[in-house]
């Protein structure tokens, strides 16, 4: 078994920065791609970013390219979500997640085995 803790949410302006973190405990060699979900209210889970498990490949929604930075550190079995230039639209719950088929690649959530418990991100106007 895998557990995830984020951490790191909280209230910005926009414009503003946070840096969200995925703690990652147990089976943790099971792990492969991390991604990083967020859901608003009333909304689906959407895809934010993932991170192949050395680092090479990294993908983004279209909505946060060029503004939000997926990273990781395996000797801390810890995974960044570095988020820039904040806008209202960003607010929701951001959701850690981990795939532990080796070498796949998704934003697909569905193929995320492991999730954390959230951690809220609210920006105001």
């Known amino acids: 078994q895998v557990q995830l803790v984020e951490s790191g949410g909280g209230l910005v302006q926009a414009g503003g920065s946070l840096r969200l973190s995925c703690a990652a405990s147990?089976?943790?060699?099971?792990?492969?791609?991390m991604g990083w979900f967020r859901q608003a209210p009333g909304q689906e889970r959407e895809f934010v970013a993932f991170?192949?498990?050395?680092?090479?490949?990294?993908y983004y929604a279209d909505s946060v390219k060029g503004r939000f930075t997926i990273s990781r550190d395996n000797t801390k079995n810890t995974v960044y979500l570095q988020m820039n230039s904040l806008k209202p639209e960003d607010t929701a719950v951001y959701y850690c997640?981990?795939?532990?088929?080796?070498?796949?690649?998704?934003?697909?959530?569905?193929?995320?085995?492991?999730w954390g418990q959230g951690t809220q991100v609210t920006v105001s106007s």
């Open positions: 997640a981990g795939d532990t088929t080796p070498w796949r690649t998704s934003s697909n959530r569905y193929e995320y085995a492991f």
């Open positions: 147990g089976h943790t060699s099971s792990l492969y791609t």
């Open positions: 991170i192949s498990r050395q680092g090479r490949n990294t």
